[in-house]
């Protein structure tokens, strides 16, 4: 299964690069007794932070299970004990939302389950980041709000998974993009300009620390490391 494959390259990475790996919890579909029995899998390991998510229900499955919201999955293991557990938030709201306000209420409600922390979808518009910063702020939540950056690596690619996920392609980024539709590498590098450039400046206004979705082409991530001298 997924959730088995997982455990496997969180162990191995923990025992032969002696790094930390922190996992991602998906909850639908599943019992109290199998969400126990992997936090017990991961303690042992010496897993000490989980990403908990709702998930998809599985193709064929009706009945979504104890676990109804991601908000229930962090009260479990919250009251489990011994994980710091970050949520998901959405700077341009969640496609799924009735609205930016019960978007931001819904992500309160997983911080106030127990979250300690909130890693956000990726985005290409700053201000979007700090109106959710800001609106969550308002709502008393003071916990980090992890910048999510997706670097720029194919463009046709990244277009796709944008309208997907309901992350907006700024006209500014998308027409200096199309501009190098004929030029690969042109192309590559001012992803990798434009998102220093947004990474440098979210870390001005306060941003506690960037998570990097890099799609298995570390390189990219790295380039952005390196301009920012971190």
């Known amino acids: 299964s997924t959730r088995e494959r997982t455990f496997?390259?969180?162990?191995?990475?923990?025992?032969?690069?002696?790094?930390?790996a922190v996992p991602h919890l998906s909850c639908i579909g599943s019992t109290e007794a199998g969400i126990r029995e992997i936090l017990e899998d991961y303690q042992?390991?010496?897993?000490?932070?989980?990403?908990?998510?709702?998930?998809?229900?599985?193709?064929?499955?009706?009945?979504?299970?104890?676990?109804?919201?991601?908000?229930?999955?962090?009260a479990f293991i919250h009251h489990?004990?011994?994980?710091?557990?970050?949520?998901?938030?959405?700077?341009?709201?969640?496609?799924?939302?009735?609205?930016?306000?019960d978007d931001?209420?819904?992500?309160?409600?997983?911080?106030?389950?127990?979250?300690?922390?909130?890693?956000?979808?990726?985005?290409?518009?700053?201000?979007?980041y700090l109106q959710l910063r800001d609106d969550l702020q308002r709502q008393g939540v003071d916990v980090p709000v992890v910048v999510g950056v997706m670097p720029i690596t194919n463009f046709e690619q990244i277009s796709r998974f944008s309208a997907m996920c309901g992350a907006d392609i700024p006209q500014y980024?998308?027409?200096?993009?199309?501009?190098?539709?004929?030029?690969?590498?042109?192309?590559?590098?001012?992803?990798?300009?434009?998102?220093?450039?947004?990474?440098?400046?979210?870390?001005?206004?306060g941003a506690p620390s960037l998570h990097f979705y890099t799609l298995n082409q570390a390189e990219a991530t790295a380039a952005i490391w390196r301009n920012l001298s971190l």
């Open 173 to 205: 980024v998308r027409r200096r993009m199309e501009a190098y539709s004929d030029d690969p590498q042109s192309q590559y590098q001012l992803g990798i300009e434009l998102l220093s450039r947004q990474c440098r400046l979210l870390l001005r206004e």
């Open 8 to 20: 496997a390259t969180v162990t191995m990475i923990r025992q032969d690069y002696d790094l930390e």
């Open 44 to 74: 042992k390991q010496g897993v000490r932070r989980i990403v908990a998510l709702r998930g998809d229900l599985p193709e064929g499955m009706e009945n979504p299970g104890h676990f109804q919201h991601a908000a229930d999955l962090v």
């Open 80 to 101: 489990f004990g011994g994980f710091d557990v970050y949520v998901a938030g959405y700077p341009e709201i969640h496609p799924r939302a009735t609205s930016a306000r």
């Open 104 to 128: 931001v209420a819904h992500l309160v409600t997983k911080v106030r389950a127990g979250a300690d922390a909130i890693i956000t979808q990726y985005f290409f518009n700053p201000d979007a």
